[in-house]
């Protein structure tokens, strides 16, 4: 079975904990995603996850309150518990701490915490999806070649 490395998308949209929301929201505009993950950057090119905000998070904090948008940034309103991943762990572990944890996006991590992907519970359904779909035709093809093999 695979494990959430394999699957995660690793083409992560991330920005700094100081970027304002209105930047945060052109960048979720321009690269067609509802998540962008908050992180220190160290030495340049290692990105350590901090929290992740949603686009659903700009509207309820910033936007229904009417609150500044060019003036907010994404460190004020992200979640401040962050749920991370390890790329080895296995699919059903990233489900059970997903469903465990009540978070429906999660960065994954190196074992030493850097950022190399993103899961979201859309591609886990999709995944799992395909899963049983496999299992479906193996049950099928089992039956033809029972068939076939007792006549």
């Not at 699957?7 to 100081?18: F, G, L, M, P, S």
């Not at 970027?19 to 993950?37: K, N």
């Not at 790329?87 to 990233?94: A, C, G, I, K, P």
């Not at 960065?107 to 479906?136: F, K, M, R």
């Amino acid at each position: 079975m695979a494990s959430i490395g394999d699957i995660c998308n690793r083409e992560v949209v991330t920005t700094a904990a100081d970027t304002s929301v209105l930047a945060a929201a052109q960048l979720l505009r321009h690269h067609h995603v509802g998540s962008i993950v908050v992180c220190d950057q160290l030495d340049g090119n290692r990105r350590i996850p901090l929290g992740i905000v949603a686009d659903r998070d700009i509207v309820v904090e910033v936007v229904a309150p009417e609150a500044r948008a060019d003036v907010i940034t994404v460190g004020d309103i992200m979640g401040r518990e962050l749920v991370t991943a390890r790329e080895s762990d296995s699919v059903v572990q990233t489900l059970d701490a997903m469903r465990f944890k009540g978070v429906r996006r999660m960065p994954i991590v190196t074992g030493d915490g850097q950022l190399v992907g993103i899961v979201a519970i859309d591609d886990l359904l999709g995944h799992v999806a395909d899963e049983l779909n496999d299992i479906a035709k193996t049950i099928a093809r089992e039956r033809s070649h029972e068939a076939a093999t007792r006549k």
